[in-house]
């Protein structure tokens, strides 16, 4: 049950991992991995893995050209529009939907409604313009393009201000568009950066993962196997005998003693060998002296004695070397064999202690092998199921990029589209412009100040274009508003989430406030099945901000209890423990020593009879010189000299001297190297009959103690002692390696940082540029949209000036107080050209603007100033009255007209 609770609860530490690391949409030289050793100590120094090396996420978008103004603007008046979002709303949101309580309960969605009214009320801005403004433009349309009215005579001045502030915004639309374009291309070099990192970070993590398991678990299974292998407690046990109760001591002076017999015995051998060698090539020596003297006396007889005489003889005498026979050497040889057999018996004893252990623990070795191998089993099932989620994970996101690069072809194609489309709302605005511009300049070049029914044809077509462009204004303004409208709604709606997304405040506010979703904290129950776990978005992500470890950052504490790894191990103690129940039944003795070891001891320099050794026999002989002159080269020179001189004896002396040189190196050298041989085995036997009654005294003394030593122990409890040690040993290792793991996790093991990076990269692309685009081509759209209104009115106003029109209508006249005066019956203000109280009354003409007389209307009139009253009338030398082109005389002609 235990080795099913682990292995659950790595498995749910993955699910936490991959769980987070999906919310959060999704490696500079490393330090190389150090592995574990044993120290003389016996105690593990441990190594440790590679780190995760930092993300270093390209972001090349970054390069992408956007137009700040207008993205600043877009920006600032969606915070303005939207500030700040309804966080109580949402909760009550995310909590209906959860519990099915939405369904009747509209009091949650006026309160979301309440806290996005600017955008509400903006959007039904948009469709009530989008809804009147054909009707208006129908209407208005129909009333002005007949082409009957014109209005005033005169233009009035009319600024530009309105197109003049459109065409930026056409610029800016274009400008947004692409913006738009290279965000939305760029979007799959964001994605592949996003998911190699993720991919990079999940193989550093594996890295991890196999270290823990290959090297550091594998090196502790590996120590505690080979301990149990061998079964070292016998060795344990005889090794604390040997040196705790200082048998080892015994073992080791009785090697010395065994030692320096065989050495003496060496060397008494070498003696023996040596003396006869000695004596037989002195006697060669002599022989072959006499041998030269004669042939030298012989060369001098020759020669008249030529020749020194040859007094070269020798000095030694080897025979008085004394004899070494074979009992002496053979009585010290009998005792380094007896002092030798004693020591292998202790031995024999020691191991037979050794073997009755190992076998007596033996069944229980088997046993704990085999918790071993389950708990081994159970730890690399463990991790391998780790390893299983995480590469699917990893395949999972290879799998995507696969689909990715697919469709990739088809989403350019796409986005291309939607360039086209945006470039098509840019021509058409920038069109609705261009006729506009044109119809201004048109009909202000070409316009004169005469009747509107005398216009030009040139000042006609401007005002034609001025109502052509007010049409396709009224035509474009809804689809604009209906495309400003939607995109506005959304988009500012969905950007108003970055920065709290920025600040983890979304999350803190909502998915992580308690009680919102679920009972409790939603992601302890996702992850963990419990939601009084307080595990959270935010927190999760600002531990990973600060590089901490994934096991620290979703609390995998909840997941993975280290008690249980703990219980995995104690299992292997109880198996341990068997071993101590096993030694109990053995009935140990631990007296070692053979029984007549004390007396052997004591008998031993007697036996061996070194005492009787005499060095200085033999120094006094060896010490003497072989020959009278310390070599015989030197008279086999002289010889040679002698040769070149005597030509006669030449070959005589010659061979001479080669037979004086062949005894020194055949005879003469060897017996002084037999002559050192034999002084260092007379020093050799000299100083092991001096030391071994010491020698022998103190290894009896030291067995008497060690024999009291061994008397006082219970030799039981020792064995136990030795075994609990042996135990402790086998479970300091698995204690150790459950503290390092649990430090490598908690403090070290897959630090999250990349993936605040990953999650950061994603969500800067998504607000600072895909969003950020969005709201520029909605801005600009709204921006161009907005003016068209009062561009529609400016163009309106403009084309009835430059028309040509079918009839003229007179200005409104406007009304005026009744001043007359009691004695007039018709005031003079009243007099509007005209009056009907008297036959002679001429016709008085008031204009109110400027105007004009064209030859076909009246040939005979000749352009002056305007008459606006006679002080005379009826004074016949007073100019005709101005003719009034603009009104039928009602009253009959007075007789000055004729």
């Not at 749910?12 to 030289?29: E, K, N």
């Not at 594996?206 to 301990?227: G, P, S």
């Not at 025979?319 to 005792?335: F, H």
């Not at 690399?380 to 990739?408: M, Y």
């Amino acid at each position: 049950m235990k080795c099913t609770a682990v292995s659950l609860s790595l498995v749910w530490t993955v699910l936490a991992i991959l769980a987070f690391m999906s919310f959060c949409r999704d490696g500079t030289t490393t330090e190389g991995a150090v592995d574990p050793r044993v120290d003389g100590d016996g105690n593990i120094v441990w190594g440790n893995f590679d780190p995760i090396p930092p993300s270093n996420l390209d972001n090349s978008f970054e390069s992408i050209s956007r137009p700040q103004i207008v993205v600043n603007m877009a920006h600032n008046f969606g915070v303005l529009v939207v500030n700040g979002l309804p966080y109580d709303a949402i909760r009550q949101l995310l909590y209906g939907i959860q519990d099915g309580s939405l369904n009747g309960n509209s009091e949650i969605y006026w309160q979301l409604a309440g806290g996005f009214v600017g955008v509400i009320i903006l959007i039904l801005f948009g469709i009530i313009l989008f809804l009147l403004v054909p009707i208006i433009g129908l209407c208005f349309c129909t009333c002005r393009c007949c082409g009957k009215c014109g209005g005033k005579r005169t233009q009035v001045d009319s600024n530009l201000g309105c197109m003049r502030v459109t065409l930026p915004g056409m610029a800016f639309t274009n400008s947004a568009n692409d913006f738009q374009r290279g965000t939305l291309q760029a979007a799959d070099d964001v994605f592949y950066t996003a998911t190699d990192g993720f991919n990079n970070y999940t193989k550093d993590v594996l890295k991890q993962v196999e270290y823990m398991v290959d090297v550091q678990y594998m090196f502790v299974d590996n120590l505690i196997r080979e301990n149990l292998t061998e079964n070292t407690i016998g060795k344990d046990v005889t090794e604390y005998i040997r040196k705790d109760l200082r048998v080892g001591e015994v073992e080791d002076s009785l090697n010395t003693i065994s030692a320096d017999l065989k050495s003496a015995e060496i060397a008494m051998t070498g003696l023996q060998s040596g003396r006869n060698e000695l004596v037989q090539s002195e006697r060669q020596l002599e022989s072959n002296l006499t041998s030269i003297e004669a042939e030298i006396q012989s060369i001098n007889d020759s020669c008249g004695n030529c020749l020194k005489p040859f007094d070269i003889v020798v000095e030694s005498n080897f025979t008085l070397l004394p004899e070494v026979s074979d009992d002496e050497i053979s009585d010290i040889g009998t005792g380094a064999s007896s002092v030798e057999e004693a020591t292998n018996e202790i031995d024999t004893s020691l191991t037979a202690i050794e073997n009755e252990l190992e076998a007596a623990t033996n069944e229980s070795v088997k046993q704990a092998l085999d918790a071993l191998d389950a708990t081994k089993v159970t730890v690399e099932d463990a991790f391998t199921g780790i390893e299983d989620a995480v590469k699917k994970i990893e395949n999972a996101i290879k799998d995507v990029q696969r689909d990715v690069d697919t469709i990739v072809s088809d989403y350019n194609q796409y986005v291309d589209y939607g360039w086209y489309f945006f470039i098509a709302v840019s021509c058409t605005i920038l069109f609705i412009l261009v006729v506009m511009i044109l119809g201004f300049t048109m009909g202000t070049i070409c316009y004169s100040r005469g009747s509107p029914l005398d216009r030009s044809k040139m000042s006609n077509a401007g005002g034609n274009c001025l109502m052509a462009a007010v049409f396709f204004m009224f035509l474009f303004f809804p689809i604009l508003i209906l495309l400003t409208c939607i995109f506005f709604g959304v988009v500012s709606v969905v950007t108003s989430t970055c920065d709290p997304l920025t600040t983890l405040e979304l999350y803190k506010e909502t998915v992580d406030y308690p009680n919102t979703i679920i009972p409790g904290y939603f992601l302890g129950d996702v992850l963990y099945d419990n939601s009084s776990y307080p595990v959270t978005f935010s927190g999760a992500l600002e531990s990973c901000q600060e590089n901490h470890t994934l096991y620290n950052a979703v609390m995998m504490e909840y997941a993975f209890n280290f008690n249980e790894l703990k219980q995995e191990f104690e299992k292997l103690e109880e198996e341990f423990d068997k071993f101590i129940g096993d030694i109990e039944d053995i009935p140990l003795n631990f007296d070692v020593f053979p029984d007549d070891l004390g007396n052997m001891l004591s008998s031993l320099v007697e036996e061996v009879g070194l005492s009787d050794f005499d060095a200085d026999a033999y120094t006094t002989v060896l010490s003497q010189s072989i020959l009278s002159e310390p070599t015989l080269n030197s008279y086999a020179d002289y010889l040679d000299e002698k040769a070149d001189n005597h030509s006669g004896q030449s070959t005589e002396m010659q061979k001479a001297a080669s037979d004086l040189r062949n005894i020194q190196t055949s005879l003469v050298s060897p017996m002084e190297a037999t002559v050192d041989e034999m002084e260092n085995d007379v020093d050799t036997v000299n100083g092991v009959a001096t030391s071994l009654p010491g020698n022998v005294n103190d290894t009896i003394k030291l067995l008497k103690e060690v024999e009291t030593a061994i008397g006082s122990v219970n030799e039981t409890e020792v064995a136990k002692n030795v075994t609990q040690v042996y135990v402790d040993a086998l479970i300091a290792y698995g204690d150790s390696f459950i503290a390092q793991t649990e430090n490598q996790v908690t403090n070290e093991f897959a630090g999250c940082r990349n993936i605040w990076d990953i999650y950061s990269l994603t969500l800067q692309y998504s607000c600072d540029n895909v969003l950020d685009s969005w709201n520029s081509i909605w801005f600009t759209i709204g921006w161009c949209t907005f003016f068209f209104l009062p561009s529609i009115i400016v163009s309106v106003k403009l084309a009835k000036h430059y028309r040509i029109m079918n009839k003229v209508l007179p200005p409104k006249p406007k009304k005026q107080k009744n001043t007359r005066s009691p004695d007039e019956e018709v005031g003079m203000n009243e007099m509007n050209g005209y009056h009907s109280n008297a036959y002679d009354e001429r016709l008085l003409y008031q204009d109110g603007g400027r105007g004009g007389m064209t030859p076909v209307d009246n040939p005979q009139f000749v352009q002056d100033e305007p008459i606006m009253a006679y002080d005379y009338r009826g004074n016949p030398i007073a100019p005709p009255p101005a003719y009034n082109y603009g009104e039928e005389f009602r009253n009959p002609l007075h007789n000055s007209y004729f």
